[in-house]
């Protein structure tokens, strides 16, 4: 189950498929996994490798670097709350200090029940609109202790699941080259070269 | 409770305003290369784009030769807008000859703390973008594009992929674009969460599918060595966004907004204690601090008419700025001796009621947490930094560690670090650039913050820390 569905295979590949080395897809082919079971397994990483031509142990290697892979489950939503400096000059640690007082758990502790996690953050690039906090990587701008606690609120009843996929899905839309319009990646190697429009010529 | 809760950054918290609240980006009556269809709803879609003269630019490049349209960029001096400041077009041309494959990496790491801009331009303008990858592409011969957007900016990505989903069903990417014989494919590739990865080297190795490390230089260019070994050029996602409005108006028109060294806009996000925070494209070159603090275009001044303390002119890695200051434009040849940088254009504000310590520490931290590691005076010296201020911070440190904090920072940044000059202080400014023990510019960000905060309110630091106990050491028995 941990390893990659039959649809995430032929998904991975097509993403394998847009590089010219197909460890570049390391990163997109780990956030699909996180994406298939909420974080990452031992399983889904030894898959990855043998898709990208990689050990699991340098998947892995590759994987631990990176603050948005989980090794272990998180709640269903993972709240980021900045703590870099806009934020913390608007008052990102008193809305973290209340955020831990409300649930009731530490930064990087998860709910009882399973449904959020709380983490600090750092900057996420919404700086004039501090302090700012992400439901997995959904922004939520200016918010107070009031807006926090409605927001929770919201989690807890499901009225913001249409807008907040579970932790794990990135992007909703993604990338797709049709068959007929793609140029296609080739291995460096195979190139030698020149591309055909630098002939000093307009091209239309 | 309250003393668990330690003592707030500055006085007054959040001063409100409706929630969830639309990103503050505000016109003004200047002109816009980037930011011109930002008014609109739809921005971000192939219709409203093509509406307001999309790809038409990707359409002027492509009806002449390739080299004129690189003479065309070269003659309009883009500079880099991720930091470094470096003209694009002549980034173009560190390329070797006659070595191919060559690739376009797209730098939208954005994560320098203060700055958001390739955010916006890429949830409210993808195509923008994706007109200026083909329009790079095109010019220095690159044939494929890599357009690496931070893991953590969800909405970007999906407008992205959605409207590189539009463009090739209409033919603007892939294989002969608009009928012709250039054909280049654009990757849309998803980070994961690592500040480091924003330097040119580490995004790269983390393109390839490992921990984002920055390279051992030289070469110092990826342009030389870059993807899989291959002539690589990394741009920033505002650089190539300026490209569309560069084709269709000419470097002439360029040059002529801005000053010669610093010409057309650029994008600054204004964020802390100010009365209207937001991001601007502003005039470069001309427009100053002051302008930018205090005009009504602009921030409108400092939050309940409050004294300016201090601001961050040029992202978290810039030395500080105070009053003094305020005058300088926004033109590197002068921000830069006057001992800070320009960066990426996030101008933080601080104003009277600001813990200046503390408000270094969220700094100093942010850089320690994210050091990859791989240079040792940045591993264990920007742990130390954010250790000692820590304490310092909450009133455990004692005299012995202000000068331990500047000990640690020698030992990353050696010789004199940059700093403003101060007439109340008698300080005369000591310009950029600094040296360096490190591989790329994390380690020294960890140390700029501590360093201009001691420098210019050392006083705030001596209030904190209690006199060093000195034992004697004949007190044996005692």
């Known amino acids: ?158 009225a913001l699941s249409d807008e907040i996929p579970p932790h794990g899905t990135m992007a909703r839309v993604r990338q797709h080259i049709p068959a007929d319009k793609g140029v296609g990646a080739k291995a460096p190697e195979d190139v030698s070269e020149g591309p055909a429009w630098l002939n000093g010529k307009a091209a239309l | 409770m309250a003393e668990r809760k330690g003592r707030a950054v500055s006085s007054t918290s959040n001063p409100g305003g409706t929630w969830p609240h639309a990103p503050g980006f505000y016109t003004g009556d200047r002109p816009k290369i980037v930011t011109s269809r930002f008014e609109f709803e739809d921005s971000y879609t192939l219709e409203r784009y093509l509406a307001t003269g999309g790809y038409s630019g990707l359409r002027a490049a492509l009806s002449q030769p390739a080299a004129d349209v690189h003479e065309e960029v070269k003659n309009a001096t883009v500079l880099g807008r991720g930091g470094a400041g470096f003209p694009a077009g002549n980034k173009w041309g560190l390329t070797p000859q006659g070595v191919w494959p060559r690739y376009l990496v797209v730098n939208g790491d954005e994560s320098e703390p203060g700055t958001y801009k390739d955010r916006l331009l890429m949830e409210r303008d993808p195509h923008q973008l994706i007109e200026g990858c083909l329009i790079a592409c095109y010019a220095a011969g690159l044939s494929q594009c890599f357009l690496y957007i931070r893991g953590e900016m969800a909405v970007a990505q999906e407008r992205v992929a959605a409207a590189l989903n539009e463009a090739y069903a209409a033919g603007y990417v892939g294989k002969n674009i608009l009928g012709s014989q250039f054909s280049v494919d654009i990757v849309l590739h998803w980070g994961a969460g690592a500040y480091v990865v924003g330097e040119e080297t580490a995004l790269i190795e983390s393109l390839e599918g490992n921990r984002g490390m920055p390279r051992l230089k030289p070469p110092y260019f990826p342009a030389a060595i870059g993807l899989y070994g291959q002539p690589t050029i990394v741009n920033n996602v505002e650089t190539l966004a300026n490209l569309p409005w560069l084709m269709n108006n000419g470097a002439t028109a360029y040059t002529a907004i801005g000053t010669p060294t610093s010409p057309g806009t650029r994008m600054v996000a204004v964020s802390g204690h100010v009365k209207r925070p937001g991001v601007y494209e502003i005039i470069n070159g001309t427009t100053t601090f002051r302008d930018l603090l205090y005009g009504e275009d602009f921030c409108q001044g400092i939050r309940n008419n409050n004294e300016l303390k201090a601001f961050v002119p040029g992202g978290g890695s810039a030395p500080w700025f105070t009053p003094d200051q305020l005058d300088l434009p926004f033109e590197a040849s002068q921000v830069g001796p006057a001992g800070s940088m320009l960066g990426s254009g996030a101008i933080m504000v601080m104003d009277s009621t600001t813990d200046i310590p503390r408000a270094a520490l969220t700094l100093t931290r942010f850089y320690a947490h994210e050091s990859c590691g791989k240079c040792t005076p940045c591993r264990e010296g920007g742990t130390w930094l954010e250790r000692i201020l820590s304490r310092v911070v909450d009133g455990k440190g004692t005299d012995a560690d202000l000068d331990q904090l500047l000990e640690v920072g020698e030992s990353i940044c050696p010789g004199a670090f940059p700093h403003a000059s101060n007439e109340k202080l008698g300080l005369t400014a000591v310009p950029v650039p600094y040296r360096m023990n490190t591989i790329c510019f994390v380690g020294p960000s960890a140390y700029a913050p501590v360093h201009s905060a001691l420098t210019l309110f050392r006083s705030e630091f001596e209030a904190r820390v209690t006199k060093r106990n000195l034992i004697p050491v004949t007190a044996v028995g005692q």
Do not use: W
């Not at chain 1, 460890?23 to 298939?36: D, F, G, V």
């Not at chain 1, 889904?44 to 142990?57: N, W």
């Open chain 1, 1 to 158: 189950m941990a390893r990659l569905t039959e649809d995430n295979v032929r998904l991975a590949k097509e993403i394998i498929g847009r590089y010219p080395k197909p460890r570049s897809a390391t990163i997109p082919l780990l956030h699909l996994a996180q994406e298939q079971d909420g974080f990452i397994t031992n399983d889904a990483m030894a898959h990855i490798g043998e898709l990208v031509g990689a050990t699991s142990a340098e998947v892995y290697g590759t994987a631990s670097f990176y603050e948005m892979f989980k090794f272990e489950p998180v709640g269903k939503y993972l709240i980021n709350i900045c703590g870099t400096m806009s934020c913390a000059l608007m008052g990102g640690e008193e809305l973290m200090h209340h955020a831990e007082d409300r649930l009731g758990i530490k930064m990087g502790g998860t709910t009882a029940d399973g449904l959020i996690t709380l983490e600090r953050a750092e900057c996420q690039a919404a700086c004039t609109e501090a302090p700012c906090l992400q439901v997995n990587y959904r922004y939520r701008f200016r918010v107070t202790s009031e807006n926090f606690d409605t927001l929770v609120d919201q989690l807890q009843s499901g």
